[in-house]
């Protein structure tokens, strides 16, 4: 699985579009880091691919290891339903629910017509109950389109770093 | 002085005999043994040392040179396929200082070379050449001795490989005993199957057993999983995973087959699409045809780790409502952590189309990220953190279900077969098996 989609222009830091893109990549995280689900879902347009495939261990030679097979694989409904599922109060993994706090980085920004990809890096730390915090760390490669003043992501690939998710479930959203 | 062989002692150092502290006859089971180190060191010897282990499937391995590293038992190994196509399963580990050799999940290769000292062994485990060989006087090297340690035994069936390090241990078809007839009603049913990608892994702050315990029990689903009944994913019937059998073949292996409630006909020929079940007629008997066509889901755990889920998943995530077939297995790293595997297998004959769904559904529902299963690993955290203290140690977890239950007289299978799938009858089965296969008995886990 390929991280670059497109070989679009570059996106300077100095300019207006990417420092748009870089808030909407900051409120994003902080609409997951607050709880605010469902304004997180209208970010995505209806027809999002949302897919966080699983990693291996393999030799440089065979490429960074990502699989054809999913530790998510998702689409609007089922991010919809990941959702409602943590409205309820039965969705034991998240009642209480996790403190999560979604650091994004290294932002990369390139265009390619009304279409911009964003890659950044994340970390994601995840504290609950009394236990010590989890981290999942990766790339995220995003598809983002315009949608008035900001933005929708059509498109999402969670690269994670970790070949074995040692983070119990992964019951938090990237 | 004549050394006369005794049976391992059953005695831990504070002087508890284990089978007074585990009794499965009564549903009484310590707390104690699924976080006390003691315990742990001895079921590493006497269960992961010396049984039947699970390493991976025939698909995943379909050329020469191909292989993955898994463990057998906890001890690392690569299972991979010769240049003749022959599987074998060695100690993943050089001769010379122990270096892992095979060092990446899965790969092809001709030859497996250790980068400490370059030593390198063919793909059917020969020593092919060891480092600065003009060095080493006469009989100082020798070649022939000097293979991959492979496990004692190997063998398959329906594809799946396992393993065990125990020469003694009953040959594979021996010890699966009849589990063998209801695999086949699981992995044989349309002719075969193949594993679809790579296994997801994750870790969990948990004792290896509570993960075990959880498989075999339908009646947690209705609690541990309302969320999905929340959300109309599951019916909103308490008793509704009741609607079935469980069946204890012997030996620790486990099942249950479920049929739904009544007149809910979704919960028929396991679930599997129409083209699927018409090949049933073709690979079972009658009699197993009959149990894969009145039942929708099963569960299965060939002891001690290896599990079967087949499972629908009704409700929307887009009314996908294929079947799909969950394969795990949980291997401990310490008393209470445990890393889990999971993998995805799916009908050779299946089509692309059922394919993804089967996929699409699976990794929305199970793995690590499934919203059923995201909450069982919860469930195994907390019942790891509230029974490792010394006051929760002194008492039994309760197991008791079904005590009583009468057998069913009807079923057309092999092994104790039950009329209801609520109940604890299987579990009980597991746990005489860990109490055997500890102290050294002869017993075939027919404890329920």
Same mark, same amino acid.
């Not at chain 1, 690269?159 to 959203?173: E, F, P």
């Not at chain 2, 209705?222 to 069946?247: K, R, W």
């Not at chain 2, 009959?290 to 001690?304: C, E, K, N, V």
């Given at each position: ?46 027809? @999002? ?40 109060? $039965? ?5 209480? /629910? ?22 950044? *890096? ?23 389109? /315009? ?5 929708? @992501? ?21 | ?46 269960? $992961? ?24 038992? @906890? ?56 480092? *600065? ?28 490989? $396992? ?286």
């Amino acid at each position: 699985m390929s991280q670059l989609e497109t070989a679009g222009t570059p996106v300077l830091p100095n300019t207006e579009l990417y420092g748009r893109v870089l808030e909407f990549l900051h409120r994003e995280a902080e609409l997951l880091d607050t709880y605010k689900f469902d304004a997180w879902l209208a970010l995505f347009t209806e027809d @999002i691919d949302y897919q966080m495939p699983v990693r291996t261990t393999r030799f440089l030679t065979d490429g960074e290891g990502f699989e054809d097979f999913g530790l998510m694989a998702e689409n609007h409904a089922s991010l919809t339903t990941r959702v409602r599922r943590l409205e309820t109060e $039965f969705a034991w993994a998240e009642v209480p /629910p996790s403190r999560t706090r979604h650091f994004i980085s290294n932002v990369i920004v390139e265009q390619d017509g009304d279409s911009i990809e964003a890659r950044a *890096c994340f970390m994601v730390t995840r504290t609950r109950q009394d236990l010590d915090y989890q981290m999942y760390t990766g790339q995220r490669v995003d598809r983002l389109v /315009p949608d008035g003043d900001s933005f929708k @992501i059509a498109r999402r690939r969670i690269l994670a770093d970790q070949t074995v998710i040692t983070g119990t479930n992964l019951s938090v959203l990237f | 002085m004549t050394a006369t062989p005794t049976a391992p002692s059953t005695r831990l150092r504070n002087g508890d005999a284990l089978e007074e502290i585990v009794r499965p006859q009564e549903g009484l089971i310590s707390r104690r043994i699924f976080t006390d180190p003691e315990v742990f060191e001895l079921e590493l010897e006497r269960i $992961f040392g010396k049984g039947w282990f699970f390493i991976g499937h025939d698909s995943e391995i379909p050329e020469p040179g191909d292989l993955v590293t898994r463990p057998c038992g @906890i001890d690392p190994v690569v299972l991979i396929r010769d240049d003749e196509g022959v599987v074998h399963a060695f100690l993943n580990s050089c001769r010379h200082r122990g270096m892992r050799i095979a060092r990446t999940d899965r790969d092809n290769a001709t030859f497996l070379k250790c980068p400490y000292h370059g030593w390198s062994y063919k793909n059917n485990g020969e020593l092919l050449n060891a480092a *600065c060989e003009n060095h080493y006087g006469e009989g100082e090297l020798v070649k022939e001795e000097l293979g991959l340690i492979p496990v004692a035994q190997l063998g398959s069936y329906h594809g799946l490989w $396992f393993g065990t390090w125990n020469e003694h241990a009953p040959p594979l078809d021996e010890w699966l005993g009849d589990m063998r007839w209801y695999m086949d009603i699981i992995f044989g049913r349309t002719g075969g199957l193949e594993i679809m990608g790579p296994p997801q892994i994750w870790e969990v702050d948990t004792a290896w057993k509570f993960a075990t315990d959880n498989f075999t029990d339908n009646f947690h689903v209705f609690s541990s999983h309302h969320s999905l009944v929340e959300l109309g994913m599951l019916p909103n019937n308490p008793d509704f995973a009741a609607y079935g059998h469980m069946i204890v073949p012997g030996n620790g292996h486990i099942l249950h087959f479920v049929q739904g409630e009544p007149g809910n006909d979704d919960y028929r020929g396991l679930g599997l699409s129409h083209d699927l079940r018409a090949k049933f007629d073709e690979f079972l008997t009658p009699e197993q045809k009959s149990i894969a066509d009145d039942h929708g889901y099963s569960a299965g755990t060939i002891w001690p780790n290896f599990h079967w889920l087949q499972l629908i998943s009704a409700g929307d995530m887009e009314a996908h409502e294929e079947a799909f077939l969950n394969l795990r297995m949980e291997t401990p790293i310490t008393p209470t952590r445990t890393r889990m595997w999971s993998w995805l297998a799916v009908d050779k004959d299946a089509t692309p189309e059922y394919r993804k769904k089967v996929y699409e559904t699976y990794v929305r529902t199970f793995g690590p990220s499934g919203i059923f299963d995201q909450d069982d690993m919860e469930n195994w955290e907390d019942c790891t953190r509230a029974n490792i203290g010394p006051a929760a140690r002194r008492y039994t977890l309760h197991h008791k279900m079904g005590l009583k239950r009468a057998t069913a007289t009807d079923w057309p299978g092999p092994g104790v077969a039950y009329p209801d799938s609520y109940g604890e009858m299987t579990q009980r089965s597991w746990y005489a098996q860990w109490l055997t296969s500890m102290t050294g008995g002869n017993g075939n886990g027919r404890g329920a």
